[in-house]
């Protein structure tokens, strides 16, 4: 079937040129940060070209929908820029199609005279340690999913009813998972987590978050505003270890500017303790979890009751190339729950894709995959950056596109774009979900909200938000 309808457009536009006005047409495949600023210079600099961007889940926005925490609201404000984007006559969202099952990179290559690919990380690295399957010992992209209302992780097993978690990795979204479950539930309340979550944390028992890094201070991955809002929060002493930091206050003056604030910081907020406060935030450094083990008297399938700990020192040229090397000294951190934050992992959506299963991206130079096939943001980099970064990339790669297309703007042969995709679509009952139909969802989300105080109740089920779009 699929191979009949394309064959029909390829006899259809074949060999046929144009010399002037042949619509250039273009396909991202991810609506997150990535797709949304790709598309944006698309437009604004091939004003004739029509930008489809299909997205596997019938709601856009990517992270920052799925990622960003619910108490930074701010942060979100992307998301008119990404509407403006979207609201364009020449811009088309396609959502509920996934990239891999639903339609294939070959289809899109010849239905496209570019594809561009967005879709993300949507794995995590793994420890590989044992004991990483006990119950309880969960991945950070999963409780961040949880309380996000990612579709599948509504039903994550978390178990809040211990005084201990263990945070592994000390990067942005280890801190954004530690403030969450520290954070006063009433501050939460009147964000957009999801009620499920705000419900399980309320009732929630966990006293002490620690925070565990490989390395030393100097390598923290944590941005100094986010350390700053958890030595601000309510009810939360934090506290650091001193021997830690030892020989790090001689060298602090020689360090860049943004290391020598954070290391300051740091310095200065070795034991903050506030009047009353319930809870506890410590910070570790220079250990690495080898086992995690279940609780005392438990069969090896049952849940986490603590994290052996190998103790590490940094070997390297200067700080910024440390690595830390395991001593034979192990220590033992008991903990109810065990989170681990050590980044997230792409995955090839398809087997054409030329894709490098080590360091888990789409194998490119400078977003350049093979001619008129690109990879950009997280797919094409790797797992880190902010949405800032993200814009960055995003708008070079669409460069490098839009320069590609406009030097062969008069010898573009005619594709046929979405018609030919839509008609495979159908064929296989996929519900397409159009920009229209994701206002009547966001709509629908917003008016929950208003009933209970919060911007927007997330609808966390496919077949509703479906639904809903229909
Ligand atoms: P994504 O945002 O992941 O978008 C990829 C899109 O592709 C998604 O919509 C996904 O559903 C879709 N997709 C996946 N597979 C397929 C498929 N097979 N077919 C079709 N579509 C598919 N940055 C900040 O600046 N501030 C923050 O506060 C912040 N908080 C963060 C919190 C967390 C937990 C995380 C993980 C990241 C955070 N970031 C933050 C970083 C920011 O989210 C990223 O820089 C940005 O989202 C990366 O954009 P992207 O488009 O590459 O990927
Ligand atoms: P990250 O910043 O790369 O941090 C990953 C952490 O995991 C690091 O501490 C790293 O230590 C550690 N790690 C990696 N492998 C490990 C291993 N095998 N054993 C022990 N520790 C290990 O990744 P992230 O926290 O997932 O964040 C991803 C990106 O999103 C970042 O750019 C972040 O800034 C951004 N983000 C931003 C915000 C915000 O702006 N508020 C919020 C969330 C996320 P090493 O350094 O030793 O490798």
């Known amino acids: 079937m699929r191979v009949g309808i394309l064959n029909s457009f390829k006899r259809q536009f074949s060999t046929s040129r144009c010399l002037s006005s042949v619509k250039p047409q273009i396909c991202i495949v991810g609506a997150g940060p990535a797709g949304f600023y790709a598309a944006q210079h698309i437009v604004k600099h091939i004003p004739d070209a029509q930008v489809d961007i299909y997205e596997r889940l019938p709601v856009p926005f990517g992270l920052v929908r799925f990622g960003v925490a619910p108490d930074h609201p701010e942060v979100k404000n992307v998301i008119h820029t990404f509407t403006k984007t979207a609201e364009q006559k020449n811009v088309r969202f396609l959502g509920n199609i996934n990239l891999g099952t639903d339609v294939s990179v070959k289809e899109l290559q010849n239905a496209y005279h570019s594809v561009l690919l967005t879709y993300g990380a949507d794995e995590n690295r793994r420890l590989n340690i044992p004991g990483e399957n006990l119950d309880n010992v969960l991945s950070a992209r999963n409780v961040v999913g949880w309380y996000n209302g990612t579709p599948w992780d509504k039903n994550l097993k978390i178990d809040l009813s211990g005084d201990t978690a263990a945070i592994i990795g000390q990067g942005n979204v280890a801190m954004d998972v530690a403030r969450i479950l520290l954070t006063p539930i009433d501050e939460l309340k009147s964000t957009d987590i999801t009620q499920y979550a705000l419900e399980q944390i309320a009732a929630s028992r966990i006293k002490m978050v620690h925070l565990i890094g490989r390395r030393g201070p100097l390598q923290a991955a944590f941005t100094i505003k986010e350390l700053r809002e958890m030595l601000k929060l309510n009810g939360l002493n934090t506290s650091f270890n001193r021997d830690d930091f030892f020989g790090i206050d001689k060298l602090v003056h020689s360090l860049p500017r943004p290391k020598k604030r954070i290391t300051e910081l740091m310095l200065n907020s070795i034991d903050v303790k506030k009047p009353g406060a319930t809870k506890d935030f410590v910070l570790n450094f220079l250990r690495s979890p080898v086992e995690f083990l279940p609780k005392a008297g438990q069969s090896e399938r049952s849940q986490v009751g603590c994290v052996k700990l190998a103790i590490n020192i940094l070997r390297g040229e200067d700080y910024t190339k440390e690595v830390a090397i395991a001593t034979s000294q192990i220590e033992t951190l008991d903990c109810d729950l ?28 400078n977003y350049k995959v093979v001619d008129n096939f690109y990879a950009s943001g997280w797919l094409a980099t790797g797992p880190t950056g902010v949405i800032l970064t993200t814009m960055s990339n995003a708008f070079a790669t669409a460069d490098v596109m839009t320069k590609e297309i406009n030097s062969a703007i008069d ?51 496919i077949q509703e938000m479906l639904k809903i779009a229909a």
């Open 338 to 365: 065990a989170i681990t934050s050590i980044g997230y992992k792409s995955v090839q959506a398809d087997n054409e894709i030329p894709f490098d299963q080590k360091k888990g991206v789409v194998i490119n130079s």
């Open 411 to 461: 010898k573009l042969p005619l594709k046929p774009g979405f018609e030919v995709i839509e008609h495979a679509l159908k064929a296989r009952n996929v519900q397409m979900v159009t920009w229209k139909d994701w206002e009547k969802i966001d709509e629908y989300e917003q008016q929950e909200g208003k009933k209970v105080g919060k911007p927007r109740e997330k609808i966390v089920d």
